[in-house]
């Protein structure tokens, strides 16, 4: 690697860290003030705040880190192209290709934790956010409190629960429905279950079974009951958050059981899998853009290209957020909605980087 790609490359990354570090903090102070009074309020640990916010930085980091990289490129490249060393490097005999090469060299830097970000670290850190949240700015809900819930969990059972809080482990309003030969068997209800971990078994309380006969019904009622049932806490859990806080290899696993039981969220599972890659990919796109919009010196300055930088990166959020709203709320193949803002601004960062050769 020679002196120029040392230079840019360092241009690169450490404006991308400094338009972290810059940014972060401001988003923090932000939140901060909003809900100070209901940290306060409850009483809220030192330690579990500075957990929140140390949560806070990395599931907004993931989120924002394209447009932050964008915007970063745009930055230190308009610097050069004004200071007129682009003009220089080109002029010395560097093809355009050979200039962008310490770009590409830094967003395969940066692809590369984004990936490992998003299949590790980011899942982690949404789950401890959204935990957060719900303990204590939410009056003690669970993230998925509101959720009422309907599942099949094997062949023959399918399981309800009006809500669940993940903090207790407790599901309200429990029904399991037993069927062979399309025939209900035997129906379970309580007004609640509760996991106990200590003995892995579920306590209702309330409980009735009723068994279906061919020439009548029978009851069993017992005030309170434990016992063992063949699914587990997670299959109480609503699907607000299920696929955002689990780690990559995890995801894969709940997908495929998912799909097995025949749950209507599986474009919503899948959008969030496939965002896992195609982040990487947007990031090699966006610096490309970057690059061939911010490297013409124009006669309104910095300004100028940052104006039209940010304008693209609002089109490209608007597409991302439009087709995976599409892919969440209907039959709409979630590749597709993940893919096609990749692969429109793919078409125009070779357009763009066409014209900026000539």
Known sequence: MKILDWYILKRYLFTFLMMLLLFIPIGITVNLAEKIGKILDNDVPFNEVALFYLNFTVYFANLLFPLFLFLS????TSKLANNTEIVAFLSSGVSFSRFLRPYIYGASIT????????????????????EFNYKYFKRGKSAVNDKKLYRQINDNDFIYVSSYKSKNKRGYDFTLEHFEDHKLVSKITANT??????????????????????????????????????????????????????????????????????????????????????????IFILTIIAVAVSSIKRRGGMGVNLALGISIAMVFVFFDKIFGVMAQQSDFNPIIAVWFPNFIFGILAVYLLYKAKR
């Open 111 to 130: 692809a590369l934790f984004a990936l490992i970000m998003g299949m590790y670290l980011a899942p982690a850190a949404s789950k401890g956010y959204n």
């Open 193 to 282: 279950i509760t996991y106990i971990p200590k003995d892995t078994t579920y306590r209702l309380v309330n409980y009735v079974k009723r068994y279906v006969g061919k020439f009548g019904d029978s009851l069993e009622i017992q005030q309170k009951k434990d016992t063992l049932f063949a699914f587990n806490t997670e299959d109480l859990t609503p699907e607000i958050y299920a696929a955002e806080v689990k780690s990559y290899p995890e995801l894969v696993d709940f997908i495929a059981k998912e799909e097995a039981r025949g749950s209507s969220s599986i474009g919503r599972y899948k959008l969030v899998l496939y965002r896992k890659w195609s982040l990487p990919v947007s």
């Open 73 to 76: 490129v745009i930055w230190f």
